[in-house]
């Protein structure tokens, strides 16, 4: 198994989403402070399957945003965890679009 790579610090440009049918897509919005830190989420009961990204700093027509981004996943809800791995919130991915929620 190889480690994984430190997470990017300079600002990220398009990123490529995959929604349609059966999948949708989920941006979490953070802060600053936040960057760099992995965000965890799972499908509602199914805690074993957890999946993580980074926040990072996110180019925007408006500036820079700091978000985590799960670009493609199977439509449902999804409980968010908090940094110490405790569910903060669930959220619903409808299929077809962009859910968008805070995260801490």
């Known amino acids: 198994m190889q480690p994984e790579s430190a997470a990017p610090t300079a600002p990220v440009g398009a990123a ?7 999948r949708g897509a989920l941006v979490l919005r953070s802060d600053e402070g936040h960057v760099g830190l992995e965000v965890e989420i799972y499908r509602v009961g199914q805690p074993e399957r957890r999946t993580h990204v980074w ?5 925007a027509p408006a500036g820079i945003v ?3 981004l799960f670009p493609s996943m199977p439509a449902g809800h999804y409980v968010v965890l908090n940094t ?3 569910p903060l919130r669930e959220v619903e991915v ?3 679009t962009v859910t968008t929620a805070d995260w801490m």
């Open 84 to 86: 110490e791995g405790v």
């Open 66 to 68: 700091y978000a985590a």
């Open 16 to 22: 490529c989403i995959d929604v349609g049918r059966d």
């Open 55 to 59: 926040v990072l700093p996110r180019l």
């Open 94 to 96: 409808a299929a077809g």
